[in-house]
């Protein structure tokens, strides 16, 4: 792994849960010997830092069958120019950048090299994420299975076509943050009503939690869930129509474009 800072953290911790299966140590780079070093007591990683081993990178592809590249959209092209000649020559190669397409990738590196991209998201660190997949015109059933079963060792994966992925990142990559942002904002609003700060952060977050799990656990519609809380003529019946009367469903839908906006900018290089 290429990269091992919030999502390449997440999915590598996935792997190394208890219970998870994976083929040897896994080599990992960051930039910086600081955070290498989170790994030096670790028997199933190697990790080398690009600041102090120039050669990091080099080192950590060679002889992989899968590399996943956990970088900065505007690193990826520096850093395949950098990998390329190092790759095993059927390697399989993985990016979870937003907005660098497999095209752009595939020409920077040789031809036996199969590009294909996943736009995880952040919950793959407890083995909770959900990940969609797009394998493009190179990658065979085989390649695209491989990399399938490696993702669903940190969750659920959706295989789809490459020109979803943006909208993947503008629902499920981004989705965490838009719902810690609600925990925020919840928690900032509890506390506006006189709650402490532990009463008001113990009062969002385990609403939070709860509901997700109640979600999970009871596998039912979100809308029956949300009825089953919104009694007629109640006090969640008005909270809704504020939200709603405030634009809520149509700011999903801004907020999406504008995600999707700046996957489409990423792509041109901006
Ligand atoms: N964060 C998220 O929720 C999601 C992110 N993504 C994608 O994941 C990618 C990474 O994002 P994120 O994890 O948030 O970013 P981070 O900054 O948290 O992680 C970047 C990682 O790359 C390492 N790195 C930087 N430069 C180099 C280099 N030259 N060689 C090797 N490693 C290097 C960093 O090391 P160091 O720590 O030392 O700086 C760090 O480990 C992005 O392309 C993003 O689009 C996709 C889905 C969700
Ligand atoms: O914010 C970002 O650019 C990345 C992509 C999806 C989630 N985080």
Do not use: C
């Amino acid at each position: 792994m290429v990269g091992v800072g919030s999502m390449g953290g997440a999915i590598l911790a996935g792997l190394r849960a208890p219970g998870v299966r994976i083929e040897g140590p896994i080599a990992v780079t960051t930039r910086s010997a600081g955070s290498a070093a989170r790994f030096a007591d670790a028997g199933d990683v190697v990790a080398y830092a690009s600041e102090t081993d120039p050669q990091a990178n080099r080192r950590a592809v060679r002889g992989a069958r899968i590399v996943v590249l956990g970088v900065k959209p505007w690193m990826v092209r520096d850093v395949l120019r950098e990998i390329a000649d190092d790759l095993e020559p059927d390697a399989v190669l993985v990016s979870v950048a937003a907005g660098v397409t497999i095209a752009s990738m595939a020409e920077l590196l040789p031809e036996g090299v199969t590009v294909l991209r996943a736009m995880p998201n952040t919950p793959s660190h407890v083995g909770l994420g959900v990940t969609g997949l797009a394998g493009g015109d190179s990658a065979g059933p085989e390649q695209l299975e491989a990399v399938r079963r490696l993702f669903a060792t940190v969750g659920e994966v959706l295989v789809v076509r490459e020109d979803q992925i943006n909208a993947i990142a503008a629902v499920s990559g981004s989705g965490p943050a838009y719902l810690f942002l609600y925990t925020e904002q919840m928690t900032a609003a509890a506390r506006r009503l006189g709650f402490d700060e532990h009463q008001a952060a113990t009062l969002a977050r385990q609403t939070v939690i709860g509901a997700a799990e109640l979600l999970r656990r009871s596998g039912e519609d979100p809308a029956q869930l949300r009825r089953n809380v919104t009694s007629p003529k109640g006090t969640t019946e008005r909270a809704i129509a504020v939200l709603e009367a405030a634009g809520w469903p149509e700011l999903f839908d801004r907020a999406l474009a504008a995600n999707i906006a700046r996957s489409e900018e990423l792509e041109r290089g901006e």
